[in-house]
């Protein structure tokens, strides 16, 4: 008979692992997108409503669920993903860890309709900070709503340290970005506080580039193409003269799933040296697929980092691979710029 310990309660539990899930509007942005992708959606509609403060809401046309998996669905731990141990080394999913809704909805309003292709009717689960407040049947179209409202509302700290719906709004931008990138074959809208704000078709790279951030970026893209055993490199560097002071056009994908990497970032910059004016950041879209089981993706809950078996190798063939790209299109030298 144990003394003083004791297993916390399910709800309680989830709201401590979502403080590592969700840190802001946009963390459930990229978790609703992800799995709509996962879903297999071809058209994802993102709604949101003060930077995603008072509603974020995505719709997918994918597979849906039937009732039983719906109420599973915000179970912690829950997922269609993996089954066993040794799945891990061979990730095709954007999630697999099961916990995004269950978070989610341990810490905020969470609504969700589904139906499969099977069913006639669908299912309309409504979940409270972390309790179920009504399941029912509904009509709807195949496929997925979820709307996640009143965000934090049981975790005052959390809650005040939201920024205004403006930089809300940037960090949510910055995951759609993320998804919309990777997902080129997936047609995407946006609505921000009831004005469309974005409405891109299903294209290749280069249109998705084009699409979301402007069509003078046309010129600007220089595709990068490499292919070794370890490391296949692709996607598109920007000119040297289109550099930029801010930051916001530097795009890591490893096998399709957007990632945080300063060693590679350095690999690119060391390519890029002697081109750049000073305090500038070039732009680049680089996708990098290597073989699922030299990649660990599980190393924090969001999975924007992850580690690579042979990340030397991996930063020689990227960056031999940008100055290749480079050299190619005759690009010029810095001192060229003003003659
Ligand atoms: P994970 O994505 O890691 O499996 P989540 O908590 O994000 O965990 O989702 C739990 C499960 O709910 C998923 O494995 C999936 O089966 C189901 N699910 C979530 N979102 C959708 C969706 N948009 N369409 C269909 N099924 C979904
Ligand atoms: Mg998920």
């Not at 989830?14 to 978790?31: C, D, F, L, W």
């Not at 930063?315 to 290749?324: D, E, F, G, N, T």
Request: net charge neutral; aromatic share 8%.
């Amino acid at each position: 008979m144990s003394e003083r310990i004791e297993l916390l309660p399910e709800h309680v539990a989830n709201q401590i692992a979502a403080g590592e899930v969700v840190q802001r509007p946009a963390s459930v942005v990229k978790e609703l997108l992800e799995n709509a992708i996962d879903a297999g959606g071809t058209e994802i509609q993102l709604i949101v409503k003060e930077g995603g403060k008072t509603l974020i809401q995505v719709v997918d046309n994918g597979a849906g669920m039937n009732r039983a998996d719906a109420e599973l669905s915000v179970v912690r731990h829950a997922t269609s993903k993996i089954r066993k141990a040794e799945d891990l080394f061979e990730i095709h999913t954007m999630g697999f860890r099961g916990e995004a809704l269950a978070s989610i909805a341990a810490i905020a309003r969470l609504d969700l309709q589904t139906r499969n292709g099977k069913d006639d009717l669908g299912t309309h689960l409504k979940m409270m900070g972390g309790t179920r407040e009504s399941v029912e049947e509904t009509v709807i179209p195949q496929g997925t709503s979820i709307s996640v409202k009143n965000l934090f509302f049981n975790i005052p700290a959390r809650r005040n340290f939201l920024k205004s719906s403006k930089v809300e709004f940037r960090h949510v931008l910055e995951e759609f970005q993320r998804v919309a990138l990777a997902h080129p074959e997936v047609s995407f809208k946006m609505t921000h506080n009831d004005a469309q704000f974005l409405n891109i078709p299903e294209s290749n790279l280069r249109r998705r580039i084009v699409n979301l951030f402007g069509s003078r970026m046309n010129d600007q893209l220089v595709p990068v193409g490499e292919e070794t055993q370890v490391v296949r490199v692709g996607g598109f560097i920007c000119k040297p003269e289109y550099a930029k002071k801010s930051r916001g056009m530097q795009f890591f994908f490893v096998n399709n799933r957007f990632v945080k990497n300063p060693y590679l970032h350095h690999a690119i910059m060391n390519a890029y040296e002697g081109l750049l004016r000073p305090d500038t950041l070039p732009g680049y879209f680089i996708f990098l697929e290597v073989p699922p089981d030299t990649i660990d993706i599980n190393i924090h809950p969001t999975k924007t980092e992850i580690k690579f078996e042979n990340e030397q190798t991996v930063y020689a063939i990227l960056r031999s691979a940008v100055k290749h790209s480079l050299g190619q299109f005759n690009i010029r030298p810095v001192l060229d710029f003003d003659s």
